[in-house]
């Protein structure tokens, strides 16, 4: 496939991906790691502000996030803001790098609290959402590849869809039945955000 169809294929793609979840979003960081391989990190070192990442970046109750944990989130952040128009100053790569650790620590949080509540997602439902990602790209190779790019292999992305899953468990189970919000505020809200 040349990369000019690749391209045409990936602009039309992104939208649609764009709207769904997490994972969703991760598809378009993969179709853009694929044909700029730039994105990747093609360094052997992973470093924010000229600054080598150590391979260990947070603990959370004796589960160590690594690197290449945080590389991803970093090649997803950037390509996010890249499609939004928004440029990234190396003045606040530091900071960016600090709140996608405190997210990675959150969503690990979260994922352990699931666990102790035991919250698991059936491995039937973790392969239809792997094959649904894998679904969105043309061929088998390029989705493998994709993956390659971005450190991935197919155990990793369905611990990532695990995770994910799990999460959105815990929000239905633990957390929205206590949410309650007047018809008022919903429509006081309604009309504050009308043009958008």
């Known amino acids: 496939m040349t990369r000019e169809k690749l ?6 793609s ?3 991906f764009a709207g769904r979840n997490r994972l969703g979003a991760s598809l378009v960081v993969f179709w853009v790691l694929f044909t700029n391989p730039v994105w990747a990190g093609d360094e052997k070192e992973f470093k924010i502000s000229g600054k ?5 970046v947070a603990s959370v109750n004796n589960t160590s ?5 945080l590389q991803r989130e970093w090649v997803a952040f950037n390509l996010m803001s890249r499609q939004q128009g928004r440029k ?12 996608l650790v405190s997210k990675m620590i959150d969503q690990e949080l979260i994922f352990q609290k699931s666990r102790d509540l ?12 792997l094959n649904q990602i894998q679904e969105q790209f043309p061929s088998k190779e390029l989705f493998l590849s994709a ?3 971005q450190h991935l292999t197919l155990d990793s992305l369905k611990i990532n869809i695990e995770k994910q899953l799990t999460e959105e ?11 309650t919000i007047s018809d008022s505020l919903v429509e006081k809200y309604y009309r504050e955000n009308i043009a958008s």
Do not use: Y
């Open 88 to 99: 990234i100053l190396p003045g606040d790569e530091k900071r960016i790098a600090g709140d």
């Open 52 to 56: 080598r990442v150590p391979e260990i």
């Open 169 to 179: 468990a815990l929000i239905r189970r633990e957390i929205a039945p206590n949410v």
């Open 147 to 149: 993956l390659a790019l």
């Open 65 to 69: 996030l690594d690197s290449d944990l």
């Open 14 to 16: 992104n939208m649609a």
């Open 118 to 129: 035991n919250i698991r997602i059936q491995p039937a439902t973790i392969e239809r959402e």
């Open 7 to 12: 391209n045409s294929i990936i602009d039309g």
